[in-house]
Structure formats: structure tokens, C-alpha cells
């Protein structure tokens, strides 16, 4: 029971004995899917919440027995009782039904699917090899050769945009951890499943999907996973999200801020306006009233996210002069409050914004 009780444990990665994602394992398939993949796993843990099960009432048994009890008590136990994280009558309690459960169990695998991917493109997972493979400090020691089938990050920063505007934004790297992770040949058909279980908005394609979800959700749920100390930590322009972008704490360095500017926020201030222009064009040589104010519509959200963008880089400027180290000894909560309101979240992790 303490065996099984600490695999079910260590298969998270909130746990410091994480290994790596069972979901990549749990298939005995030559070319398993995301789907295949998932079944499996279920399947592996429906026997250890049995083994579990059958365990806790024989100890049971065996006290009632040896107390002489048989009148009294009864050796079963309630499958809410047995205490796995894979066990979803446990994680979600029994009010709604078994199939709700399932469902919920099967969305929260795919967003820890999802965060686990994120772990590796930062450098703190590899796929060449288990267990935690980057947590120092300021970028100090991280070598990129321990991560071939599935290049890190090379400065652990990336951005999380509602468009592409950045090749190497989440949403595709995403896309590129799917396909090594798993067999290329299937992709559409893995992001299709994982997708399904993002929240998906009708005619939604499942790109579009995922994007979404990294844009607008991820965030809660890694502040929700880590009680509200992340480990990623959500740089934001503001409320219309002009340029989000996540850094691994443990890569972060003085001359982090300095790089995002360089490499992300003054080419995506050119690239705004260079979309608007074209979009400005498009309207004048439209003939249709219903594009015409798609277009008018577009520009609009268009010139608030290029106001919040210039606000967002004067800001970024200044911190970034700062040369701001972090020390990681005084916790998430301390580091958290050193960067004003260029972070996402402040008042809920630091407690207070900062000037």
C-alpha cells in the first residue's frame, strides 16, 4: 500500500521524486496516440485503485478479526476512501456522476499534459532522460545537450500570444513537443484529442484551440497546481494581452528582461503596426459592409493591444535597467513583488503591487 500509495504520489509533478509524465510510458502500443496512451494509463490505474481496495479491506479483516469486531464493523471501504490522486472518486468527491468524473479526470491528464510540455521546452523536464534536470539559479550550469529529442528553450522565455507572431511562442512548441512525444504520423489526430479536452469553442480548429488555452487558462491552472507559487512566472502587458510571455524562475538573470525586450516586445511593437497597415488597406479595398466592420472591429483591438504594448515596454525598460537578481533562498512570494505590476497575478502571489 505504501508502494502504491507513493507511485501515485511521484506521478505528478508537484512531487520532488517526479520522474516524468506516465502518460508517455502507459501504452505497450508500437505507435501509441495521445488517446491510446490515455486509455492505457486509465487502465493501469483502475488495477491499482482495485489492488488499493482489496488491500485496505484485508488490513481491515485482519483487525476486525483480531479485535474480534465482525459484529460491529464492516471491512469494506467506499471507493471515495481509497486516497490516490488517480483515483477521480477520491480527487472530485461522488456528488456528480461517474462519467462527470471521468470527463474531469481526462481534461486535467490533457492540462497536465500540457504543463508537463511547458516543463520541457523551460528546460526543467527533459525527454532524453527522468527526474528534474534543471532547478539552479540565473541560468548558471544549464547544458543544452542534455536535451536533444526535444530542444529547451534557449533562454527560457516564452511567449504566450493569442496570434503568431513568434515562431517559437508555446503554442507551437507545443505542437513540436506532440510530435516527438508521440509518433509524427498521428498529430493531427493527437492535437485533436488533446484539444477536445481543453475547452474547445465551436468551430474552433484545435491549433486554435490550444492557443487559447495557453493564452487564457494555462496561467490559472499553474498557479492553482503550485498553490499560488509558480515556477513559471507570467510577464503580461495587461488586460488585452497585447504580449504575454512565461519565464522559468531558475533561468531567469539580470539580463532576462533586457533579452525579452530585444528578442520579443520591440519586434511584435513593429509587427502591430505593420498588421494594422495591411488591415487599413484591406478595409479601403473592401466593397462589403459586413467586412468592412470585421476589419474596423479588428483594428480597434488592434490599437488597444499597440497602447498597452508601448506602456508595457516603457515599463519593461525600466526594470530591465535595473539589473534586478533574484535569490531564490527568499521564496517565490519575496522574488514575486521585485518587478512592479509586469507580472501577472501580483496581488495573489506577493500579496501587494509593488512600485
Not at 240 to 252: G, I, M, P, S, T
Request: hydrophobic letters at 35%; glycine letters at 4%.
Amino acid at each position: 500500500m505504501i508502494s502504491l500509495a507513493k507511485t501515485d504520489w511521484n506521478a505528478y509533478q508537484r512531487s520532488w521524486d517526479f520522474k516524468s509524465l506516465p502518460l508517455l510510458t502507459a501504452s505497450t502500443e508500437p505507435t501509441p496516440t495521445v488517446e491510446t496512451s490515455y486509455t492505457a494509463w486509465v487502465t493501469q490505474n483502475r488495477d491499482t485503485i482495485a489492488e488499493m481496495k482489496l488491500l485496505e479491506e484485508e488490513n481491515n479483516r485482519l483487525f476486525i478479526d483480531a479485535y474480534g469486531l465482525q459484529d460491529e464493523l464492516s471491512p469494506e471501504v467506499p471507493i471515495e476512501q481509497i486516497t490516490l490522486t488517480v483515483n477521480p472518486a477520491y480527487r472530485y468527491g461522488v456528488k456528480g456522476t461517474e462519467e462527470e468524473r471521468n470527463t474531469r479526470f481526462r481534461e486535467d491528464t490533457m492540462a497536465e499534459l500540457v504543463s508537463y510540455a511547458i516543463g520541457c521546452m523551460m528546460g526543467r523536464y527533459s525527454l532524453d532522460e527522468p527526474g528534474l534536470i534543471y532547478a539552479n539559479s540565473c541560468n548558471e550550469g544549464f547544458d543544452a545537450a542534455r536535451y536533444t529529442k526535444f530542444p529547451a528553450d534557449d533562454d527560457g522565455i516564452i511567449p504566450l500570444t493569442d496570434k503568431e507572431w513568434f515562431a517559437d511562442d508555446a503554442a507551437n512548441r507545443l505542437v513540436e513537443f506532440i510530435s516527438v512525444a508521440w509518433d509524427k504520423a498521428h498529430l493531427e489526430e493527437n492535437l485533436d484529442f488533446l484539444a477536445a479536452n481543453l475547452s474547445p469553442k465551436k468551430g474552433e480548429d484545435s491549433r486554435d484551440t490550444i492557443r487559447r488555452y495557453l493564452c487564457d487558462k494555462f496561467y490559472k491552472d499553474h498557479m492553482q497546481t503550485y498553490k499560488k507559487r509558480p515556477i513559471y512566472w507570467l510577464f503580461s502587458s495587461g488586460k488585452q494581452k497585447a504580449f504575454q510571455c512565461l519565464v522559468y524562475l531558475h533561468r531567469y538573470n539580470e539580463s532576462t528582461l533586457a533579452r525579452m525586450r530585444t528578442e520579443y516586445v520591440i519586434p511584435l511593437t513593429a509587427k502591430l503596426s505593420a498588421h494594422i497597415d495591411n488591415l487599413e488597406s484591406d478595409k479601403l479595398a473592401s466593397d462589403s459592409a459586413a467586412e468592412i466592420k470585421k476589419l474596423e472591429k479588428e483594428i480597434k483591438t488592434l490599437q488597444k493591444q499597440q497602447t498597452e504594448l508601448t506602456e508595457f515596454d516603457d515599463k519593461l525598460k525600466h526594470f530591465a535597467d535595473m539589473r534586478i537578481p533574484l535569490d531564490l533562498d527568499d521564496g517565490v512570494k519575496v522574488n514575486y513583488g521585485k518587478f512592479g505590476d509586469l507580472l501577472a497575478e501580483v496581488k495573489a502571489i506577493h500579496g501587494k503591487v509593488s512600485s
